[in-house]
């Protein structure tokens, strides 16, 4: 792995099922974010972390869940999915602060 | 409140200079990105200012004024390959990232 991975690529769900979007780094970093990416409209957070075993709620939080075992995995879960979480799902990491943060490829999820 | 603005949209001549201005309005401000994202791609860093003044990184530069809230991009000898859209986010007083929508370039021979 060089970088940052997501998986899956995409994915069409059915309202109300549970999803869990995937992230793993590579570069040790410590900060880890999710974002989502909608048309017309900037990168929102809903979760960070800024360590392992912390997290916090972004700008749009409700309806999403995380967890930070360890410093590599940042998996983000839908727990009953609806149409509004359509989306481009990105994960970023960085070395925290001022620090650039490095994206995934990203998910594109659709839910009907 | 915490506000990014910057235009959706510009149009550029290959080989010529193009401005992209943002402005932002942020709590505890801690410098503000440029990022540059092609289509159906992720992010890509391009810049980071948070001192005033001009930064320049080949064809890339970018400015920043905090007391007027206010950077732009400047990109030289414009490539096809420039066309994307382009992130401006300001970081916050617990460095997280306000976003801008983007402005989408779009390069004509």
């Known amino acids: 792995i060089a970088g940052i991975t997501q998986a899956p690529t995409s994915q069409i769900l059915a309202a109300g099922r549970r999803m869990t979007l995937r992230c793993t780094q590579d570069?040790?970093?410590?900060?880890m974010y999710w974002y989502r990416q909608d048309l017309g409209l900037g990168l929102r957070l809903i979760h960070y972390?800024?360590?392992?075993?912390?997290?916090g709620k972004g700008e749009v939080p409700d309806g999403y869940s995380v967890s930070r075992a360890n410093t590599d995995d940042f998996p983000l879960t839908l727990a009953s999915a609806v149409p509004s979480q359509t989306s481009v799902y990105f994960c970023?990491?960085?070395?925290?602060?001022?620090?650039?943060?490095?994206f995934g490829p990203g998910t594109r999820l659709t839910v009907l | 409140g915490q506000n990014i603005d910057q235009p959706t949209e510009m149009t550029a001549t290959e080989g010529a200079i193009v401005q992209i201005n943002c402005t932002y309005q942020t709590s505890g401000f801690n410098g503000l990105f440029w990022y540059q994202q092609h289509a159906g791609e992720a992010p890509t860093f391009l810049s980071y200012n948070v001192l005033d003044g001009l930064e320049e990184k080949g064809r890339f530069s970018s400015f920043l004024s905090r007391s007027k809230g206010y950077s732009y991009l400047l990109l030289k000898e414009l490539q096809m390959k420039d066309s994307a859209s382009y992130l401006c986010a300001s970081s916050d007083s617990n460095y997280q990232l306000i976003w801008g929508a983007g402005t989408k370039l779009i390069i004509k021979p």
């Open positions: 972390s800024n360590t392992a075993g912390t997290t």
């Open positions: 970023a990491s960085s070395e925290g602060g001022h620090n650039e943060q490095f």
């Open positions: 570069m040790r970093h410590n900060a």
